[in-house]
């Protein structure tokens, strides 16, 4: 009997880029899909804060200048990126190729206007999700519902959310969070990464390895 | 709370077109697939041989005169057919966009060189998945094992099956059928047909409903 792979197994890794208006439930949905996918690599961030007693380059961070992260970024070796605290935080090209080539996923979680530069860095190899409320509706009443902020908040948050689902038609798939449906929807996002696997143009290396010659 | 709808019932239905040359096990992964998906059509064939005692136009089959049958192939209205003692049995494409229509699936079991012809017909509404062995070796092994056919015609069926995965790319998908993992198997094309359903061209009206206007 041959050895059982799964078909996320089978073919070279992929970035999957999951984007989400504020009342999406992107958070849960994602720390789940984090649970449940079998193969997902984790990717050291790069970052332009000082290393911290304790820590080590590659292992908690890899360590920039800001003249090097800004350079990088010039030449597309950064796949996104956040200020914090004045310092740059972000993922590295060069780092997700890594887990790729291990043959590991990785699950990016990207602000809606920045999924399109990874598909431009990553070509192929990048997948794009957006995850959207069942209706902008129910979406608002999350928002809502976390009864924190100010209604003026409240207001800008949703008619950003509704700017942002405008870009739907820009990404791969649209992912829907029905409400108190995280994990189905976790694994509407599985079933995703599984097909993703086994489109033919990433299952050509199988092929080829189908037959032990050079037919194909 | 909303209704929960799963990621199949959301969007207008699809065909997804399945071939395997011989020793793929075919056979039993679409039995198991049809048991699986939550909502496939079945579609009521067409033929040309005459309308038994019992039998009901468009229960049993679509009954059709040569002429008509004929006519349907000639102007793209069968999307796939077959000759059986004299007769003309296949589908019809007005009965798949009857199912589509009504938001169910269409599982159909194609021939390698009728893949394409489906695709051409029904255009995006198609998709195709070409199931292989894990391995000629493997696929060999189970032509043989079948153990009632002489050498000559277990070697034309390999030379047949090697010739028919060379055809692999032009599928959508290439999904391997492990040994004794016909369910992972089939699990495997669910998945297919579930993320199918989430690609954002397929989700637009989703998007126009999820607002209440004409926003988008």
Chains 1, 2 share one sequence.
């Not at 590659?58 to 970024?73: A, C, H």
């Not at 780092?95 to 598909?119: C, N, P, S, T, W």
């Not at 431009?120 to 990048?126: T, V, Y």
């Amino acid at each position: 009997m041959s050895e059982h792979r799964d078909a996320m197994e089978r073919t070279a890794g992929m970035v999957l880029v999951i984007s989400g208006p504020s009342g999406s439930g992107k958070g849960t949905v994602i720390e789940i899909l984090r649970g449940l996918a079998p193969n997902l690599g984790l990717s050291v961030s790069a970052t332009t804060r000082a290393m911290r007693e304790g820590e080590a380059e590659g292992v908690n961070y890899y360590y920039k200048t800001r003249e090097q992260f800004e350079e990088l970024i010039a030449e597309g070796g950064v796949l996104e990126y956040t200020i914090y605290n004045g310092n740059y935080y972000g993922t590295l090209k060069s780092e997700a190729e890594r887990i790729l080539d291990a043959g590991q996923d990785l699950v990016l979680e990207i602000e809606v206007d920045g999924a399109g530069q990874i598909k431009r860095l990553m070509g192929d190899r990048a997948t794009t999700v957006m995850l959207i409320a069942p209706s902008a509706e129910e979406q608002e009443r999350r928002l809502r519902g976390r009864g924190t902020e100010d209604d003026d908040v409240i207001a800008a948050r949703v008619k950003r959310a509704r700017e942002e689902i405008k870009e739907a038609p820009k990404y791969d798939y649209v992912a829907v969070n029905e409400t108190d449906r995280a994990e189905e929807c976790a694994r509407d996002i599985l079933s995703i990464i599984r097909a993703e696997h086994m489109r033919s143009d990433r299952m050509m290396t199988y092929i080829h390895d189908y037959f032990d010659d050079d037919e194909i």
